[in-house]
């Protein structure tokens, strides 16, 4: 189901109520979203692509169990805590990017790959599960390796604007 580019800041329940019990695949970018809360009751969703939308947090995520496809690319989200909600919600989930979120250092100029490292080391800390992410293979031996001290650091770029990046 595409509903790409309509400015939509929500979905109405019940018009997704018809196609939300088949629709396996949604892509909802460039829209303008805060909330992800509509999409309960999409059993069986596999792929969802909600690029380029105005999400601050992922919390609002309601249970998708067959999620396996997460992208989430440019939008707001800076907080890598809350994809301890998404571990709940998405137990199938192997594919994630956060390319171009205040959380991500990949896209950003002041970036560097160690801080890259960390961070790809903090998501995996959260999603055990996750095979790929923001479109790179994550290597077995990063799961559970991630220190107090890499999470303090990752963290702490929770804090920091796109374009504001501390220099590892």
């Not at 969703?45 to 609002?60: E, P």
């Not at 903090?122 to 001290?149: C, F, N, Q, T």
């Amino acid at each position: 189901m595409d509903l790409v580019g309509r400015g939509l800041a929500s979905l109405d329940r019940a018009a997704l109520a018809k196609c939300c019990r088949v629709a396996e695949h949604l892509d909802l970018s460039r829209n303008e979203l805060h909330s992800l809360d509509c999409l309960a009751g999409f059993d069986r969703m596999q792929t969802l692509i909600c690029d380029h939308n105005s999400l601050c947090t992922l919390t609002s995520l309601p249970l998708l169990k067959q999620l396996d496809t997460l992208s989430l690319n440019f939008n707001h989200l800076s907080d890598l805590e809350s994809l301890e909600h998404v571990a709940r919600c998405c137990p199938a989930l192997t594919h994630l990017s956060l390319m171009g979120n205040p959380c991500c250092p990949l896209l950003n100029p002041a970036g560097s790959e160690a801080t890259y490292a960390i961070y790809r080391e903090e998501v995996a800390y959260y999603l055990p599960s996750l095979l790929l992410l923001d479109g790179s293979l994550l290597e077995k031996h990063v799961h559970g390796r991630i220190s107090a001290d890499a999470k303090h650091r990752v963290s702490s770029l929770e804090e920091c604007e796109i374009g504001e990046w501390p220099k590892a």
